[in-house]
């Protein structure tokens, strides 16, 4: 694929989460109990953010004809675990509980954008290998993100998704939950990892 073609696909998918997730915020003032806080407290709204700013930056370098950053292709790295992370979640664990989301706005970050950044590092695969080591770094941000949740639950009585809830479950059950998302994610960092290295470093997406 010419880089041009792929860095305005890149960039208008970024498009499209962020119009769905300002679609969803200005969706939720209409219910009295909102909160942006909250809102913005949702691992799936923080992944969408990532991979939108990953998007148009490996997008923009495209269409500029950049040579490619390996700094940049951990970033993309990170926002593919992130976002297969968001669409496996739900379909297994959240699918049905959406009373409040925009349909169309609930199938872009849940169900198309997952599906993109899966797409695109396969289509455009880091040439420089990426080592397991290496790719346990992406790890940092849901481990943050998991002790926001109990810390921040504990003081707004509020938890983003059920099988967080520490009031209804428990910490023992809320943490081997979280336990076996975590194995679960480093095991699909390793196959991210293993499709990487098998090109020029210097050379830009096949055209």
């Known amino acids: 694929m010419r880089r041009e073609v792929l860095g305005g696909l890149r960039i208008a998918f970024a498009l499209l989460t962020l119009a769905a997730m300002t679609a969803q915020?200005?969706?939720?003032?209409?219910?009295?109990?909102?909160?942006?806080?909250?809102?913005?407290?949702?691992?799936t709204i923080e992944s969408n953010l990532i991979a939108a700013g990953v998007l148009i930056a490996a997008g923009?370098?495209?269409?500029?004809?950049?040579?490619?950053?390996?700094?940049?292709?951990?970033?993309?790295?990170?926002?593919?675990?992130?976002?297969?992370?968001?669409?496996?979640?739900?379909?297994?664990?959240?699918?049905?509980?959406?009373?409040?989301?925009?349909?169309?706005?609930?199938i872009v970050v849940h169900y198309v954008m997952p599906v993109v950044l899966v797409v695109d590092w396969l289509v455009d695969r880091p040439p420089r290998p990426i080592s397991l080591g290496r790719a346990l770094v992406w790890m940092v941000f849901p481990t943050a993100f998991f002790a926001y949740t109990l810390v921040r639950g504990e003081i707004a009585d509020w938890y983003p998704y059920p099988f967080l809830d520490v009031a209804e479950h428990g910490y023992p059950a809320v943490v081997v939950t979280g336990a076996i998302v975590g194995l679960g994610m480093i095991g699909f960092s390793w196959l991210l990892a293993r499709v990487t290295g098998d090109g020029d470093p210097a050379a830009a997406p096949a055209g």
Do not use: C, I, K
């Open 60 to 106: 923009v370098a495209d269409l500029r004809n950049r040579p490619r950053r390996e700094r940049l292709d951990m970033w993309r790295g990170a926002a593919t675990l992130y976002m297969a992370t968001t669409g496996l979640g739900y379909s297994l664990l959240l699918a049905g509980d959406n009373g409040a989301l925009l349909v169309w706005a609930d």
């Open 25 to 43: 915020l200005v969706h939720g003032t209409d219910f009295p109990d909102f909160s942006v806080t909250n809102f913005f407290s949702y691992f």
